[in-house]
């Protein structure tokens, strides 16, 4: 698939409008070359640089807080050296403007779903295959297996380096109409991702798809302009969706992941001990986002309980059916995805070591 990049009218303008908001102008991409100067950080000197990470999540998640600390512990680490200013909540763009800020070096670092990449490296696709992770402990095991690297291994290929996954936990239905097999959803127009494998799950289920994006949802879901749509307890509670809908079904259909990526270019221009720092850094905080993440879900899910919206918990019978009901997904993706990653990555999930 042809790489895509934005044209420089468009990142010019993108530049106006960050600027016009009150938010930090990104520097133009040749002024945050490593200069030759730099601070001690222990035993090791790092260049002077500022680093931008931009990412889409609201300032009271997990994520966000984890991109703070990122920002607290190279600050710290690197003695002053390395300065981190962080864009959340689309400060920067939207996800592709972030994805092709990277791979035109405007942008060094970047947090966000999986599904973003589908036009751009259809590999990671695989975060999207329903009914794919067994619990959420097993979908940390895989972050931090061998296969996790495998899975980024072909981002620097399309100008994108692949630092870590981040979770973001188990996806629910929230809808209008009460849930509880495939067919209850004929006829429903459900909101999604821009995501391939996500919008076929749901045609397979005799469902209508219509891509929105996350800002945009609560209007979406107010006006009815969508019947429904898919989150992990975090974006339900944080983007308040329960006033706008009838009924959540906890499904735990398939999980919202992220993965932390940097521009190749930047990456490769920067000295060992600075991507050493760097990876070290991102790595502690794919644990923080993680464990934060699960003391975060109780307060969610008790937001959301709290509230007029009814909760319904799919049996196994039915979670069973709407697996069944899915299968077609595996065969229409799973060449694109790879089918010996694929094949490779179920069967670590399926062990039971790593549940």
Excluded at 15 to 32: E, R, Y
Excluded at 188 to 199: F, W
Excluded at 223 to 240: F, H, R
């Amino acid at each position: 698939m042809k790489k895509r990049l934005l044209s420089l009218l468009l990142a010019a303008g993108m530049l106006l409008t960050l600027a016009a908001c009150g938010s930090k102008t990104p520097a133009p991409s040749n002024s945050n070359a490593p200069s030759a100067s730099g601070s001690t950080g222990g035993d090791v000197t790092y260049p002077t640089m500022t680093i931008r990470l931009a990412h889409d999540a609201p300032l009271t998640t997990p994520h966000h807080e984890a991109c703070e600390n990122i920002k607290a512990a190279l600050e710290e680490r690197s003695g002053g050296a390395i300065t981190v200013e962080i864009y959340p909540t689309q400060q920067f763009g939207s996800a592709s403007q972030m994805i092709e800020g990277m791979q035109m070096n405007t942008v060094e670092m970047v947090l966000l779903p999986t599904s973003k990449y589908g036009g751009f490296y259809p590999t990671l696709n695989i975060m999207d295959m329903p009914f794919l992770f067994p619990t959420q402990e097993s979908t940390m095991k895989l972050f931090k297996s061998d296969l996790a690297k495998e899975m980024m291994a072909g981002l620097d290929d399309i100008g994108i380096h692949g630092l870590a996954f981040y979770s973001s936990g188990a996806k629910n239905f929230t809808n209008n109409y009460e849930i509880h097999k495939p067919e209850d959803f004929k006829g429903l127009r459900i909101r999604t991702q821009e995501a391939p494998i996500i919008m076929e799950m749901y045609k397979a289920w005799g469902a209508q798809t219509t891509a929105i994006d996350i800002m945009e949802l609560y209007s979406a879901l107010q006006n009815k302009t969508v019947d429904g749509q898919e989150n992990p307890l975090l974006s339900i509670a944080s983007q308040k969706l329960y006033e706008v809908q009838d009924y959540m079904i906890v499904s735990n259909h398939s999980y919202l992941e992220y993965i932390m990526a940097c521009s190749a270019q930047w990456w490769n221009s920067l000295d060992a001990n600075t991507q050493a720092l760097i990876q070290e850094v991102v790595d502690e905080n794919q644990d923080f986002c993680y464990d934060r993440l699960q003391e975060y879900n109780e307060e969610y899910y008790n937001t959301i309980a709290s509230s007029d919206i009814t909760i319904y918990e799919l049996t196994d019978e039915e979670r069973q059916a709407f697996k069944d009901a899915s299968a077609p997904v595996y065969e229409t993706f799973g060449a694109e995805i790879g089918t010996d990653l694929l094949n490779r990555v179920q069967e670590f999930l399926a062990d039971p070591a790593n549940q």
